[in-house]
Structures are given as structure tokens and as C-alpha cells.
């Protein structure tokens, strides 16, 4: 009798890696291709378009406009904008190549741990989690820093003998810090055990603590490089450390939370961790299943301490969880559950959020309508056709639009709306008032013309805040609301 093949067993391992590299693309694309029209997907990536438009026309970031992430992040923007213009369709497809690379180092960790199958399962994981479920659809920092971050990796796991390969391995793990700060604690935790746990001698010991520091090192020397030269290092440190561990200890008192939020993640890395020799889905002495059980605790620590759990911080954790799910995944008996069947459910069932989406341009072309979709095309044009040159705009939502309208946000810190709220971020952020309520304040006194939001109240904060009732007030006494588009509602000063 024919011995009925397992949910790994497929012809994958017959394919040349040109042939997977492209089924990544291919997948990744369909998968994300009907939101390259959308207006908004995220606040954080709205903010990152502004932020690499400041870029583009000659400010360093955090000099003209502001946000809560390292620089890197803001010279991809900025360095795609440059490239192509102002344009949606440039900046998802570059996020589309970055997720597909991404997914390619993550099929070369599987393949060197187990098989090519198993990368190659890991790698479909990743695109559908990364690119589904919530706003994964955008373009955000988590994606742009796991790009350097699973290549630092797959380097540390290939070539850590070699001091070259440990050095490029640090050089890339410090360049993904640059996007996302938070890794600093994952990546200093796998360097030390790596360090600790290895039979160095003396010299080696200090030798290869010295490549991997200076490794580290000069990837995030080369964010803070430019504002030396400008004189303005306070600038640097204010916006990218001093901010994100204000930011990181305003979060402290919801670590429990975000612990509940992901205990079934950590049974399952508990699991493959206690059981490792009775599950042998991988070999039992395999150093580099250790290190990555160890990088992947200490990702679901770093996400614990934060706080916080928004749906895309989780994309940090997938390339390197996924490994363990499939690992505990294994005991279960796949008896009905072919691989034929499994890719089906994939793309029948999974992509449902794409498939609405095609959905909906399907309907927009039969109608002869603009692929672009989304208010802030409708709101952008309103107040073009209705406004003079010298009327200012305050959007409290979809601020995409000011990059639609060729405008920088008239608040620094409200470069994001959200962080107008968080006081705590004030004293970081040089030309910025003392506190929400002054900037609030500031914001009205100059009497912008059109006030855009999504609901009658501020986006982000308590109804019950001094910032939320004065902002009420201003808009019952002095705007009208004159027009609104979908959710977007469009008042105009009296």
C-alpha cells in the first residue's frame, strides 16, 4: 500500500529556488494588489508618506515634521517618493518586493533547519500574516524592519563561525533597529546568549564581542551621522531614544494585558521548548533551533514590556513564531488534509479581505470611476473646488491629506495625530507647546478653515479630557459641518 504522504510532503523539493522566489512575488502581489488604490490604510503609514515628502524637500526628520519612529523608516518613504512622485501605487509595490524578500529569508532559515518544504510553508505564512487581518495591507516600519532583521538572522545562522558573516549578521540586526528601536532587546539577548553559551576562548570571547558591538553600532551610527553634522544631535536623541522609552514606560501598565493577548503564542513556544526531544521535528541538538527558540522568547518579552499589541507590531513575531506553530502543528495527524487541500484553503479562504477588495474595484471600473479610492480623495477635491489658496485645513483624520493637498500639518507633533494627545511625548519635541491643551489651543487660535474628522469628538484619547471638551466647543461655536464623504466629516469655519 501506497504510504499516504504528510502535510509537508509535496513536490517542493523537486522546484528550483527561482521558481519559489517567484511564487513569493506572485502570492504576495494578488494578495495585496487591490489596496495599492487605497487613500488610507493606516495612520502610521499616512505619517510615514508625510514624513519622507519632508525628507524629500530637504528636512531632516523630526526638524520640520515629527513621529514616534526611527529614521530609517522615513528615507524609505522618502527615497521612494523621490524615485517615483507622489505616488500610492510606488510606495505598495515597494512594500510588496520588501515583504517578498522578507519571506525568502524566512524560507532559507526553514530549509536550513528542517527542508525546503518547511521554508517554503513558513514563507506562505508569512506573506498571508503579514499582508491580511486588520491595516497589514500597508506599508508599516514592522515590515520594513523585518527585511533586515530575517537577513541578519538567516546570516547569524549560516555564517556565525565566520567574523565576517557575525559582523554583516550585526550590521543587518542594527539596521532593522533603525526602523523598529524596540528589537535593541531581542537582538541584545541572542548576541549575549550566543556569546555566553559558545566554547570561546578569551580572546575569542572578547574578539567577537567587539564585531558584533561595532556591527551594531555602525548601523545605527549611520541614523545619527547627519544631525552631528548639522549640529543638532539633542534632535536625534530626543526623537529616537528619549521619546520611545517615554513612549515604551507609558505602556508599562498594560504589560498583563498584552500577556493574555498572546498566551496562546507563548503555550505554543512553551511547548515545542519543553517537549523539543519528543515532538523531533527538528534535531534535537540543532544549536540553531535553540537560538531561534531564544530570539523568539525574547520577541514575545520585548512585545509583553511594550504594553501594546496593535495587529501589525505582531508582524515582528511572525517570521520566527511560525517555525514553532508548524513544529507543535506536526503531532496533530493530517490524515484529510493534503498539501493540494491546504494550498486551496490559502487561497480560497484566507485572501477573503483581497477578494472584497478586487470586489470593489471591479464595481468601480464597470462604473467608469477612478480606481483611487477613499475620502481623502473625495475631501482633497472638495476643498480644492470650494477653498482659496491661503485657507488652511486641520485633519484630526485621514491626514493623508495633506499630502494630497501639497501642505505640511500645521502641528509638529500632530505631523500623527494621535501623538497630539500623549503629553507625555511634549518636552521631546523641539518648536511644540507644553502640553495637549496648549497645542489644541494653538492649533484653533489660527483659525484653520476646514476642520476634517471622523466622528464629532478627538480620534485618540478620553471623551472626558480637557483637549477632547475644548475641541468640542470650537467646533459647535464656530464650524458648520458642510459635506461629508463616507465616514469623513468636512466642517467649515463659520
Same mark, same amino acid.
Given at each position: ?39 488610507? /490604510?493606516?495612520? #502610521?503609514?499616512?505619517?510615514? *508618506?508625510?514624513? %519622507?515628502?519632508?525628507?524629500?524637500? $530637504? ?59 518547511? @521554508?517554503?510553508?513558513?514563507? *506562505? ?12 495591507? %500597508? ?19 549560516? $555564517? ?13 540586526? @542594527? ?56 549640529? *543638532? ?12 522609552? #517615554?513612549?515604551?514606560?507609558? $505602556?508599562? @501598565? ?22 523539543? +526531544? ?89 462604473? $467608469? ?13 472638495? /476643498? ?107 466642517? +467649515?469655519?463659520?
Amino acid at each position: 500500500m501506497a504510504r499516504k504522504k504528510s502535510l509537508f510532503q509535496n513536490n517542493i523539493e523537486n522546484q528550483g529556488e527561482l521558481f519559489i522566489a517567484i511564487a513569493f512575488f506572485l502570492l504576495c502581489f494578488f494578495i495585496r494588489f487591490p489596496f495599492f488604490f487605497r487613500d488610507y /490604510i493606516d495612520h #502610521d503609514e499616512s505619517t510615514f *508618506i508625510l514624513m %519622507g515628502q519632508s525628507l524629500v524637500d $530637504g528636512n531632516l526628520p523630526y526638524t520640520a515634521l515629527w513621529d514616534l519612529k526611527p529614521p530609517f523608516v522615513f528615507y524609505f518613504f522618502g527615497a521612494v517618493i523621490a524615485l517615483f512622485g507622489k505616488s500610492f501605487i510606488a510606495i505598495r509595490l515597494a512594500g510588496v518586493f520588501v515583504i517578498s524578500i522578507t519571506t525568502w529569508f524566512v524560507y532559507l532559515i526553514g530549509k536550513s533547519i528542517k527542508s525546503k518544504r518547511f @521554508g517554503f510553508y513558513n514563507g *506562505i505564512g508569512y506573506i498571508v500574516l503579514s499582508s491580511l487581518f486588520g491595516t497589514m495591507q %500597508g506599508v508599516m516600519s514592522e515590515h520594513l524592519a523585518m527585511v533586515f532583521c530575517v537577513a541578519g538572522v538567516y546570516i547569524f545562522v549560516k $555564517g556565525r563561525d565566520s567574523l565576517g558573516g557575525l559582523f554583516l549578521s550585526a550590521v543587518l540586526l @542594527g539596521i532593522s533597529i533603525m526602523f523598529r528601536l524596540n528589537l535593541v532587546y531581542a537582538i541584545f539577548v541572542l548576541y549575549v546568549v550566543y556569546i555566553f553559551s559558545s566554547k570561546l576562548t578569551v580572546r575569542q570571547f572578547f574578539l567577537r564581542g567587539f564585531i558584533i558591538s561595532v556591527g551594531v553600532v555602525l548601523a545605527t551610527g549611520l541614523g545619527f551621522l547627519p544631525y552631528v553634522i548639522q549640529g *543638532i544631535p539633542e534632535v536625534w536623541w530626543n526623537s529616537v531614544v528619549k521619546a520611545s522609552l #517615554d513612549y515604551a514606560g507609558s $505602556g508599562s @501598565g498594560r504589560m498583563f494585558d498584552v500577556a493574555k493577548s498572546l498566551l496562546p503564542v507563548v503555550i505554543i513556544w512553551l511547548t515545542g521548548f519543553i517537549y523539543s +526531544r519528543k515532538i523531533a521535528f527538528f534535531q534535537p541538538k540543532d544549536k540553531n533551533v535553540w537560538y531561534l527558540r531564544i530570539f523568539t522568547g525574547a520577541l514575545m518579552f520585548m512585545l509583553i514590556k511594550g504594553g501594546r499589541l496593535n495587529g501589525h507590531y505582531l508582524v515582528q513575531l511572525f517570521p520566527f513564531m511560525l517555525f514553532f506553530v508548524l513544529e507543535v502543528f506536526s503531532l496533530i495527524n493530517f490524515k484529510k488534509l493534503s498539501p493540494v487541500r491546504f494550498l486551496l484553503y490559502i487561497l480560497l479562504l484566507i485572501p477573503i479581505e483581497s477578494y472584497i477588495e478586487y470586489a470593489k474595484l471591479g464595481q468601480r471600473i464597470s462604473q $467608469g470611476k477612478s480606481l483611487y479610492n477613499g475620502p481623502s480623495f473625495e475631501v482633497t477635491q472638495y /476643498i480644492k473646488d470650494q477653498s482659496s489658496s491661503n485657507e488652511s485645513s486641520l485633519f484630526l483624520y485621514y491626514h493623508i491629506s495633506y499630502w494630497l493637498l501639497d501642505v505640511d500639518p500645521p502641528s509638529k507633533i500632530g505631523t500623527h495625530p494621535s501623538n497630539l494627545l500623549r503629553s507625555y511625548l511634549y518636552s521631546n519635541v523641539e518648536g511644540s507647546k507644553e502640553n495637549p491643551m496648549a497645542e489644541m489651543r494653538s492649533l484653533f487660535e489660527s483659525r484653520p478653515s476646514y476642520v476634517v474628522n471622523r466622528s464629532e469628538r478627538l480620534p485618540f484619547g478620553s471623551r472626558s479630557s480637557e483637549a477632547n471638551k475644548y475641541y468640542q466647543k470650537q467646533i459647535a461655536e464656530n464650524y458648520t459641518l458642510v459635506k461629508e464623504f463616507g465616514r469623513a466629516k468636512v466642517y +467649515r469655519r463659520k
